[in-house]
């Protein structure tokens, strides 16, 4: 499953790892250089994002070839995905879990409610 990262950058560094498990040699220089390229272009446009990554990525005619493809594929994917950031804040907006037993009698202790019971 693929989650939306909460920044461009991060989407691309996901989107290069989701490039290599289909068979691209992308190293962390082209990483690198895809990220710095966002620097110099208009990102807002599409036609010219794919056009500077596509240029930054493929190393051969064959992954260029490829590259439109999966480029749509990612992208999709992640206009359906959650937000990595909402994901994290409904984890931590679970119910907390009851306190063991040891827990509760430290507590006690800790508070000054000394109980005769041994627990």
Not at 54 to 70: I, N, P, Q, V, Y
């Amino acid at each position: 499953m693929i989650l939306r990262q909460t920044s461009l950058s991060a989407n691309i560094v996901q989107f290069c790892r989701f490039l290599r498990l289909k068979k691209f040699t992308i190293g962390v220089e082209e990483e690198t250089l895809s990220l710095q390229a966002l620097q110099f272009i208009d990102y807002t446009k599409p036609s010219t994002f794919r056009l500077a990554l596509r240029t930054t990525l493929c190393r051969s005619k064959t992954h260029a070839d490829e590259f439109d493809g999966l480029f749509n594929e990612y992208w999709k994917q992640v206009e359906k995905a959650v937000d990595s950031k909402s994901k994290e804040e409904s984890s931590k907006k679970r119910p907390s879990v009851s306190q063991p037993v040891q827990f509760k009698s430290l507590k006690a202790w800790l508070h000054g409610n000394r109980n005769d019971d041994t627990e």
